[in-house]
């Protein structure tokens, strides 16, 4: 079974600062996508930010400028989120594809609440 370990999450000031990591089994072989989802009360997971191919990077409109999404190796992905707002507040969940075979993995959600 796949385990990716996620850290960072917590309750944070308005206008502050939070660091998510997600590490990938080693063993885990043709990754393709790393990135960041997230789910607020009552709303749909939607994608936060996502490297493609290793390189290529993606955010969702609301983040543009705001988050950082990283990977200084193979298996393991950042999200750096700043100037944060209570709308940010949500489950945050770390979600990699690989591509032989396809198949998605997702960590266990961690919590980000921002509120003074």
């Known amino acids: 079974q796949v385990q990716l370990v996620e850290s960072g999450g917590g309750l944070v000031q308005p206008g502050g600062s939070l660091r998510l990591s997600c590490r990938a089994p080693r063993s885990l072989f043709s990754i393709n996508a790393m990135g960041w989802y997230r789910q607020a009360p009552g709303k749909e997971r939607e994608l936060v930010g996502i490297?493609?191919?290793?390189?290529?990077t993606k955010y969702a409109d609301s983040v543009k400028g705001r988050f950082t999404i990283s990977s200084n190796s193979k298996n393991t992905v950042m999200l750096q989120a700043n100037s944060l707002t209570p709308e940010d507040t949500a489950v945050y969940y770390c979600h990699v594809a690989t591509s032989v075979p396809p198949k998605h993995y997702w960590g266990q959600g961690t919590q980000v609440t921002v509120s003074s």
């Open positions: 490297i493609l191919s290793g390189s290529i």
